[in-house]
C-alpha cells in the first residue's frame, strides 16, 4: 500500500520565505531600474542630438538684411526697358553713398560685397514688377553676403588677427557703421522656404527639395498604397495556403530588410537605363521609393486584417454577404486605421532615405522648384547631404535646420498617423 504524503502549514514567516520574497522584489527593482536606465539614455542620447541640431541650425532661419537707398536714375535704368538697366551701378552707388570718405575704386568694389552677389537681379526683379519707381529714390532690404552674415551672427571673432578672419578690419568696421546707423537687420529667413538652392549660402533654400520630395512621396503612395494593399488581401484572404504562398510571404518579409541602396541600383538599372527615363526626375525617385515601401505595407496591412475578429466575418457570411463583400465592407474599413497608419509610417522612412535617390541622381544642382514629375529636381535628404558637403561656412547652419525641417516634416507625419488611428480606430 502506498504511502500517504501530507504536507504540511507552509511557514511564511521563516528566514527562508523571507529571504526569497526579498530576492525577488530585488529582481524587480533590478528590472525597473534597467528599463529606467535604458529610457534615460535614449533621451539623454535625443537631447543631445537636437540641442546639437538647434544649436548650430537656428542661426539659418534668421539672415542679416542690409537697407539701402536706392537712385533708380533714368540714366541707368529706361522706363521703357527696365529689365536692362544698370543696377550693378545703382547698388555701389548706394553703398557709396554711406562712406563718401572712400574713394579709391578697390575700396568701393569691396563694398558691394557687403550685400549678396544677387544684389542686381533682386533690384531689378523690383523694379521690372513695378516701374513706376524709374526716376524716384526706393528703399530695399537685400541679403548680406555670407562673410557678413556670419560676422553678424557670431561666428568670426573680431579679437582674432586679421590673416586668420574672413573679413579685414576695415571691412568690419564698414559693417559696423551700417549697424550703427539702422541698417542693419535681422529678421525672420524666408527664404530657406521659398527659394531654391543657389551657390551662395544666403540665399540657399530648401523650396526646390520640398516640392522635389511632395512630387516623390505623391507618386510613391498613388503606387505603393493601392498595390500594397490589394497584395495584402490576395495573399490573406484568397491565396491558397501551399508552397507557393509560403515562398511569397518569406521573400516579402526579406525585401523589407533589404538595404536601400540596392532598390536605389534596381531603379538606376531598371528606370534609367532600360526604360530611359529622365535622370533626377521625381518620378524615378517615387518609382524606387515605392519598391522600398510596398513591403512594409504588405505586412502592415495583413497584420491589420488578421487583427479584425472572426467573427465580423462569419457573421458577414451568414447574413449570405459574398466573400468580395464581406471583405470590402466589413473587413477592409475596419482594418483601415492600421492601414492607414502603417502606410503614413511607410512614407516618412521614405521621406528620409537618401542613398537611393542619390543612385538615381537627385542629387543634381537645381536652382528652381520642379515644375513636374519628369524635371530635375532634389529632395530634402539629398539637398541636406549636397549642403553637408560644401565648404562654405554659411552651408553649415543650413545643414542643420535642413534636418530640423526634414525631423519637422516626419514628426507631423507620424501625428498624422496617430490621431488617424484614433479617429477610425475601433474597440472590441
Not at 537697407?67 to 557709396?96: F, Q, W
Not at 579679437?159 to 525672420?188: A, M, Q, V
Not at 507618386?219 to 504562398?245: D, H, K, M, Q
Not at 518609382?287 to 472572426?310: E, G, N, Q
Request: proline content about 6%; charged content about 15%.
Amino acid at each position: 500500500m502506498a504511502e500517504k504524503f501530507v504536507l504540511g502549514p507552509v511557514d511564511w514567516s521563516g528566514s527562508r520565505a523571507v529571504s526569497r520574497r526579498k530576492s525577488r522584489h530585488l529582481a524587480d527593482r533590478r528590472l525597473q531600474v534597467y528599463g529606467l536606465t535604458a529610457i534615460s539614455i535614449a533621451i539623454g542620447l535625443l537631447l543631445i542630438l537636437v540641442t546639437s541640431l538647434v544649436s548650430t541650425g537656428y542661426s539659418a532661419f534668421v539672415q542679416t538684411m542690409v537697407t539701402l537707398e536706392l537712385d533708380i536714375s533714368t540714366d541707368l535704368v529706361s522706363a521703357n526697358n527696365p529689365a536692362k538697366g544698370n543696377y550693378r551701378e545703382i547698388i555701389g552707388a548706394a553703398l557709396s553713398a554711406q562712406f563718401p570718405e572712400i574713394e579709391n575704386t578697390r575700396d568701393r568694389r569691396a563694398l558691394t560685397k557687403i550685400v549678396t552677389n544677387n544684389s542686381h537681379f533682386m533690384l531689378r526683379n523690383a523694379v521690372v514688377a513695378k516701374p513706376s519707381v524709374v526716376g524716384e529714390i526706393i528703399t530695399l532690404s537685400f541679403p548680406a553676403s555670407d562673410p557678413y552674415d556670419q560676422f553678424n551672427k557670431g561666428y568670426i571673432d573680431p579679437d582674432l588677427p586679421e590673416e586668420l578672419r574672413r573679413l579685414k578690419d576695415h571691412e568690419i568696421s564698414w559693417f559696423n557703421k551700417l549697424d550703427e546707423r539702422g541698417l542693419i537687420s535681422t529678421p525672420f529667413n524666408f527664404g530657406l522656404f521659398v527659394n531654391a538652392d543657389s551657390r551662395f549660402p544666403e540665399l540657399a533654400g530648401l523650396s526646390g527639395a520640398i516640392v522635389g520630395s511632395f512630387y516623390a512621396l505623391l507618386v510613391c503612395f498613388l503606387i505603393s498604397f493601392p498595390v500594397g494593399i490589394a497584395a495584402a488581401i490576395y495573399l490573406e484572404e484568397f491565396a491558397p495556403r501551399n508552397r507557393v504562398s509560403d515562398v511569397l510571404e518569406v521573400n516579402i518579409n526579406n525585401l523589407a530588410a533589404v538595404p536601400s541602396i540596392v532598390f536605389g541600383l534596381l531603379g538606376l538599372a531598371v528606370f534609367l537605363n532600360f526604360f530611359g527615363l529622365p535622370r533626377s526626375a521625381p518620378l524615378v525617385g517615387g518609382l524606387v521609393l515605392s519598391l522600398m515601401t510596398l513591403p512594409t505595407i504588405i505586412i502592415v496591412t495583413r497584420a491589420s486584417l488578421k487583427s479584425v475578429p472572426p467573427s465580423i466575418r462569419e457573421a458577414a457570411l451568414a447574413m449570405g454577404a459574398s466573400r468580395q463583400q464581406m471583405i470590402m465592407h466589413h473587413v477592409l474599413p475596419l482594418a483601415m486605421p492600421g492601414i492607414l497608419t502603417g502606410t503614413i509610417i511607410g512614407l516618412a522612412q521614405a521621406l528620409g532615405e537618401t542613398a537611393p535617390l542619390l543612385l538615381i541622381g537627385m542629387n543634381a544642382f537645381v536652382i528652381s522648384p520642379p515644375g513636374g514629375l519628369l524635371d530635375a529636381s532634389t529632395a530634402l535628404p539629398t539637398q541636406i547631404f549636397i549642403w553637408a558637403d560644401s565648404p562654405e561656412r554659411g552651408f553649415l547652419s543650413r545643414t542643420s535646420a535642413g534636418i530640423l525641417v526634414l525631423l519637422g516634416f516626419l514628426i507631423l507625419m507620424n501625428l498624422i498617423a496617430i490621431v488617424l488611428r484614433r479617429r477610425f480606430e475601433r474597440k472590441w
